[in-house]
């Protein structure tokens, strides 16, 4: 028997307490250790949720095109089922007003933590494009029309004389009103033959050169003859020289119109071709040419021989009309390339704010 029973009762109680205190902090670690673990895959499963949803918007803007959407009614919702990877539930467009709309997605982790993204992008209204072409040429500079040349702008009667449902969409005339604000208008002249325009007028509605420049479909420059591109039978859009088969609208070229940007001299030599033409230099155009659609140029045009323009011209320095060639203003044209051109149909950002809130 101890000689100290007391002493040694004391101890064993203060190991007793040291243990239960190691126990408890151990558990309590384990506990908190459990639980940290717990929010941060909680915290990476709602990350994943969120990059799948996010990825899901940025697949939908990757594959976006006004021309599917123009049809929408505001405050209209259209499901992209066919647009959301594998980890998103679901993606919607919503038109919110005029040519402002809103992607949202929402996806949902493997653990069932969900999120949200949204983004609303502006796209470009066919009438604030249409606004700058209100006559065949209009220009600063001086004009020279040969005797045997012409420049033509287009009364309602030529304009109805050549209506046809696949040739000129009923929209074209809808949004020639808009555009002019004229509810007279299919009992007046469509536009003048020759206009003058104002400093910066070589603008398409909201886009300034610079920007033209950046989304253009082909960027070229020098000497060009415009003729189709296939490759095995498809239309091959990324020859700087495919501008599309204005004359063979059923070839897989018809369909293509272009955003054509030259940031120098531009020669057009024969061929057809269909699109928006903008020349940051001075352009020629000669051998027989064809163009069809809206044309801008920052400097000096000169149209020879028997070549043709068939929209509108936008001129910021001379032109001249030699020979036997042709201007015409033809809305059917203009609208087409307007409505068509895949760069047009693009989202853009809509302000300083990109990503929203989605709920």
Do not use: K
């Not at 697949?59 to 123009?70: G, K």
């Not at 993204?117 to 209100?134: C, K, M, N, Q, S």
Request: aromatic fraction near 6%.
């Amino acid at each position: 028997m101890s000689p100290h029973p007391r002493r040694d009762a004391m101890a064993l109680l203060a190991c007793v307490l040291v243990l239960l205190g190691l126990g408890t902090v151990s558990a309590a670690l384990l506990y908190v250790g459990l639980q940290e673990s717990r929010i941060s895959r909680a915290g990476a499963d709602v990350l994943r949720a969120r990059l799948a949803a996010e990825s899901a918007v940025r697949i939908a803007l990757a594959m976006w095109d006004t021309r599917e959407f123009r049809d929408m009614a505001p405050a209209e919702v259209r499901a992209l089922d066919a647009a959301s990877p594998a980890a998103a539930d679901r993606i919607v467009v919503e038109r919110l007003a005029g040519s402002l709309y809103r992607i949202r997605a929402q996806a949902t982790a493997p653990s069932g933590a969900r999120a949200r993204a949204g983004i609303v992008i502006r796209t470009l209204d066919i009438a604030e494009l249409w606004r700058p072409f209100g006559a065949a040429i209009t220009l600063r500079g001086d004009l020279r029309v040969d005797a045997q040349a012409d420049v033509v702008g287009l009364d309602y009667g030529d304009f109805a004389a050549q209506w046809t449902p696949d040739d000129c969409p009923a929209a074209a005339f809808t949004d020639l009103v808009r555009t002019f604000g004229r509810a007279d208008l299919p009992a007046t002249r469509v536009p003048d033959s020759v206009a003058a325009t104002e400093p910066g007028a070589t603008r398409i509605g909201p886009l300034a050169p610079t920007t033209l420049a950046d989304i253009a479909d082909h960027v070229v420059t020098g000497d060009l003859t415009p003729a189709p591109a296939y490759d095995t039978g498809r239309c091959d859009t990324g020859v700087p020289a495919n501008w599309g088969a204005p004359l063979a609208p059923d070839d897989p070229c018809g369909h293509f119109f272009p955003l054509v940007f030259a940031p120098g001299d531009l020669h057009v030599s024969g061929g057809a071709a269909q699109g928006v033409l903008i020349v940051a230099g001075d352009l020629t155009i000669d051998d027989g040419a064809r163009f069809y659609g809206p044309v801008v140029v920052a400097g000096r045009v000169t149209i020879r021989d028997t070549s043709t323009i068939r929209g509108a011209l936008i001129g910021s320095g001379d032109v001249a009309v030699h020979d036997q060639a042709r201007i015409t203003y033809d809305p059917c044209a203009i609208w087409r390339a307007l409505a068509r051109a895949p760069a047009l149909n693009r989202p853009f950002r809509s302000g300083p704010r990109f990503w929203v809130p989605a709920f």
